[in-house]
């Protein structure tokens, strides 16, 4: 298994969530920038940040500032989860 105890100890507060035909990187929005890639959302706290695809990177500066371990995919149908700290997927 590919499993850290990040990611075995993360809970979603809400597995169902995910972005609408609306929703965006909010960080990128206040930039006025529309190009990110895919949204990621943190399981610690519920903050949601484009992937590390995306130019500001803005999951990955979340965790950056917060050691929060463990994103989520927010894309439709995706629920995989990134542990920052081990660089895991799971």
Known sequence: MNSCEHL??????D???EAGPD??????????FHGW????IC???GYIG????????HATRH?????????RSYEPGERWR???VDQRIG
């Not at 890639?37 to 990621?40: A, K, P």
């Open 23 to 32: 929703d965006g990187c909010p960080d990128c929005l206040a930039q006025g």
């Open 50 to 57: 484009c992937c590390d695809s995306s130019p500001y990177r």
């Open 82 to 84: 990134w542990c920052f």
């Open 8 to 13: 075995q100890n993360a809970v979603d507060p």
């Open 37 to 40: 890639v895919h949204l990621r």
């Open 15 to 17: 597995p169902t969530a």
């Open 43 to 45: 399981l610690s706290c």
């Open 63 to 71: 965790f950056e500032g917060t050691s929060h371990p463990v994103m």
